[in-house]
């Protein structure tokens, strides 16, 4: 077996090639750079350092490397990774090592190991030839660097969270007095944005006349000498107004550099006090003279009383000579003594107004009780402790008779909705109307008859006693409330919660207890339930429609292709523009998927309604026994509205006529211009409308309905989800329009929609389907779907535009990059909203703007009710397109942004 070499082995070797590769001059320079890494993996005193040959065994290794795997560097050589690693680690070490030897470039990766972070870096080594010969890899200990960087993020995450939101605005000048930090109350207090805060320096906020001052105090700060922290001062806001400050700096460090922290309190409002105080005595003396409660002013050093007003006098039966020079603990009872002097102390503490109810001492040794209110204040500059005294004797006195008081409880409990009682021995002493309207009794139906376990359900009754037990043994505080089934008088069940408790009734031991009725709330309940799960079902519908736009936008946008721009035989045309309207209709089916998503505020744009009527109409139709007669006026308006949405209320519509006909028949689908007289009785804003109809000659929605029929979950079919007009309804109320349902049951059912109509002139609807808009400039399509892109290029090209292409946000962004700076930016960029697993549409559009804030971006959504879609401007695009789309709503919304 081959001896391993030595350590010593290995240091001969390296002097030979120094000497071999000096002998060969410039020839042999790869032979000097393998002499250099081996000479750094043996003497490297900071690094890990071993040399792999191209089968991952160990040729060569420093005393580092050796100690932390636990072996001898003679050991180590010849071994492989999974000889001296962890299986994991061994792997993860030739899988790097592989792709070293694969791409011919450095790999550089982190990993931790027994709570310690290491950085890995494995290095191709090359022969004269070029050649791989060997792997380099050097591991760094990198935990303390790692640990300081954690808790260097922290602390300035911490900082930034109270800055941000003191009350105080922080400011932090360097040394060379220009404002490094400022929080958003510093930006409030000086009228200038944070950013504007920034580029400013002390000496441009401060006053004429207090620069000097303030200067000074700042180079002490720096020089860390020691003087009054807080002091007074003004500052000059943005607008030019003086505002008085309380300013608090302390010496710190920005960045490595000396730099000063000041807070800043905006003392306008208290220097106007102050100075109001200073000038009002003489209003004062009569406010404190004439005033109702007992004032004292109190020395707060001493604790002796200053001052009396004459109602004080009147309430301690002393005289204002008698009262004044007295300790402020003369006037209270020894038991609250400990009471009052902790209130007391928490007046400088804390310096607030504090609130206390005792008893006060008069001067023949009775008690009074009282309700306190003191506070810090400042008279003529001098501390005090205003102390305003109320006699609280007739509000104790009242307190305690409406807790004796039956009759107060009585009043109470005839008003309650809840049911009351009070039982004792089994039957009720007391029911109050509300429990009697519940159960269908009258009170005295139940008073001294019935008990509460006549109102609990047979099944429930032996619960329900043994709640009653627990209750007896003063155990209900474990369970309560208790829910039970309670019948009703005539003999309907009722869900019901109970909360009872032990009292002193009459003399003798009693229960007092609450009943609610809670069946309405387990039935919304239950109805939550369903609309949760129909939110998952939405999570999935969204989904798969997004899918299926983004397959339709494929196919649409090379059907349209074809049929525009080939040279198709008359019939293949035909066939051809079949196709096309059969995504279209396959567009209406994803509407109804997104219908369960959710669907968010509607993505207007003005539409010819006829087609609208028409096409969603023969959809809800097809397969149907019912065909329908239309009436639309060559005249109609046009409506500003989301398409896609209206035609999901079209369709709901004629499916509700439909199953109302179930032996088949004829339904009117019409619409007609509405003129304002006709809109007086209807809750709609003032202006234009359209109204559009849908008349059935079915079975008819009986009256008592009808003022459910918007209700979540209600139908009266056996397989309705009830959800149709529901939504229906929303959709409209988000149009700002207005829906109403007319029925006679075995009449048939007329349903109206109101919906604005749109400024614009009504266009021709021919010309809106032919419309087909070529242009010029450089395009940057961003799409996540290979399909997509590539359609996406051919329309572009056909349209007379230079696509280049992006799979993500970040591709997208750094060709846009390399674009500009190339000289040739791209004039528009069309935008997939959502990319799974790469940037999306939201924060890439964030991106594009700070790279280029003249960015014209397209938002592209196969989820047509992305929220984003109907707001696109706010978050910086300038127009939207819905998936799936043809070339001629491609071309038409470039030639908007870019011609608009």
């Known amino acids: 077996m081959k001896k391993k070499p030595t350590y010593e082995d290995l240091a001969k070797r390296v002097g030979e090639l120094e000497r071999e590769a000096l002998e060969r001059d410039g020839q042999n320079t790869a032979l000097l750079e393998q002499a250099e890494i081996l000479r750094l993996l043996l003497n490297t005193p900071s690094l890990s350092a071993i040399l792999l040959d191209l089968d991952f065994n160990v040729i060569a290794a420093n005393a580092i490397a050796a100690q932390r795997v636990g072996k001898e560097v003679d050991e180590l050589v010849g071994m492989s990774p999974r000889d001296y690693l962890s299986a994991d680690r061994a792997a993860l070490r030739s899988a790097r090592a592989e792709e070293v030897v694969r791409s011919a470039q450095p790999v550089v990766f982190q990993d931790e190991r027994d709570g310690r972070h290491y950085e890995n870096r494995l290095d191709p080594v090359f022969d004269a030839e070029g050649n791989i010969r060997a792997i380099a890899v050097c591991t760094r200990d990198i935990t303390e660097t790692q640990h300081a960087i954690d808790a260097l993020l922290e602390s300035e995450e911490n900082f930034r969270f109270l800055a941000e939101n003191a009350n105080d605005g922080i400011l932090i000048a360097s040394g060379k007095g220009s404002h490094v930090y400022a929080n958003r109350r510093a930006s409030e207090i000086t009228g200038y944005t944070v950013q504007e805060l920034l580029q400013t320096e002390i000496r441009d906020l401060a006053h004429p006349d207090e620069l000097p001052a303030i200067l000074e105090k700042y180079a002490k700060r720096l020089k860390g000498e020691e003087f009054p922290r807080t002091y007074e001062t003004r500052i000059v806001r943005k607008d030019g107004v003086t505002v008085p400050i309380e300013l608090t700096g302390a010496k710190t460090t920005w960045k490595g550099e000396p730099s000063d922290l000041v807070l800043i309190r905006d003392v306008t409002e208290r220097s106007r006090i102050e100075t109001e105080l200073r000038g009002s005595e003489e209003r004062f003396r009569a406010i404190f003279e004439g005033a109702l409660d007992a004032i004292l002013l109190v020395e707060p050093e001493t604790g002796n009383i200053l001052d009396a007003n004459p109602t004080a006098s009147e309430l301690l039966w002393k005289s204002q000579e008698e009262i004044v020079g007295l300790h402020y603990r003369e006037l209270f009872p020894s038991r609250w003594m400990e009471r009052v002097d902790r209130a007391y102390e928490s007046l400088f503490e804390e310096e607030r107004t504090i609130t206390l109810e005792t008893d006060l001492l008069r001067s023949d040794g009775r008690e009074v009780p009282v309700e306190v209110l003191a506070q810090l ?15 609280i004797t007739d509000r104790k006195r009242m307190d ?31 029911a109050n109307p509300a429990l009697g309207r519940m159960f269908g009794y009258g009170v005295s139906e139940m008073v001294g008859r019935m008990g509460p376990i006549d109102l609990v359900r047979p099944e429930d009754r032996e619960a329900a006693n043994a709640y009653a037990r627990k209750s007896l043994k003063g155990g209900a505080e474990e369970i309560p409330v208790f829910s039970f089934r309670g019948v009703k008088k005539d003999g309907r069940p009722i869900d019901c919660e109970v909360l009872q408790a032990g009292i002193q009734y009459r003399g003798r031991r009693a229960f007092i207890g609450t009943i609610l009725d809670v069946t309405r709330r387990k039935l919304m309940e239950e ?8 939110e998952s079902l939405g999570v999935l519908a969204g989904g798969i429609a997004h899918d299926f736009n983004n397959i339709l936008t494929a196919i649409s946008t090379n059907i349209s292709m074809a049929r525009l721009y080939g040279d198709l035989e008359d019939d293949i045309s035909q066939m051809m523009a079949d196709a096309e309207k059969a995504s279209v209709r396959a567009k209406a089916l994803t509407q109804q998927l997104l219908a369960f998503a959710r669907g968010g505020a509607p993505i207007r744009k003005n539409v010819p309604l006829a087609k609208v009527l028409r096409e969603n109409t023969e959809f809800a139709l097809s397969g149907s026994n019912v065909n329908y007669v239309s009436s639309i006026p060559k005249d109609l308006w046009q409506v500003e509205v989301d398409e896609g949405q209206i035609g999901q209320v079209l369709h709901n519509l004629v499916i509700n006529a439909v199953q109302a006909m179930p032996e088949g028949g004829s339904i009117r689908v019409g619409a007609r211009n509405v003129s304002p007289r006709d809109l007086a009785a209807l809750p709609l804003k003032p202006g234009r409308y359209v109204k559009v109809f849908v008349s059935d000659q079915g079975i008819g929605i009986p009256e008592r309905h009808l003022n459910n029929i918007f209700d979540p979950f209600f139908t009266t079919k056996q397989k309705g989800s009830g959800l149709g007009l529901t939504s229906s309804f929303t959709i409209v ?17 007329t349903v109206d929609v109101y919906l604005p109509a749109s400024e614009e002139t009504s266009a021709s609807e021919k010309g809106a389907e032919e419309a087909l808009r070529p242009g010029k400039g450089r395009v940057l399509l961003i799409d996540d779907e290979r399909m997509i892109r590539r359609a996406g290029r051919e329309a572009l090209a056909r349209l007379g535009y230079d696509a280049t292409l992006a799979s993500d946000g970040a591709e997208g962004s750094r060709l846009y990059v390399e674009a500009m700076r190339e000289g040739r930016g791209f004039d528009v960029v069309l935008l997939d909203l959502t990319i799974p697993g790469g940037m999306g549409g939201k924060d890439t559009v964030r991106d594009l703007l700070r790279i280029d804030p003249n960015a014209k971006v397209i938002a592209s959504s196969g989820y047509s009710n992305d929220p984003l879609m109907a707001d696109y401007k706010a ?12 070339v001629e709503d491609l071309g038409e919304v470039l030639h908007r942004v870019l011609e608009g």
């Open 377 to 391: 204040i400042q008279i003529d500059g001098i501390p005090v402790i205003h102390a305003l005294v109320r006699d």
């Open 400 to 430: 305690k008779e409406l807790r004796d008081s039956e009759e107060q409880f009585r009043t109470l409990a005839e008003a309650s909705l809840a049911g009351i009682f009070i039982y004792r021995d089994g039957l009720f002493r007391y």
């Open 527 to 534: 109805e939550l339930l369903k609309t949760q799960k129909l």
């Open 733 to 749: 109320r988000n149009h700002e329009g207005h829906i109403h349902v007319d029925s006679k049951v075995d009449k048939g059912t």
């Open 875 to 886: 978050y910086g695009f300038r127009e939207v397109i819905v998936k799936p789309y043809r």
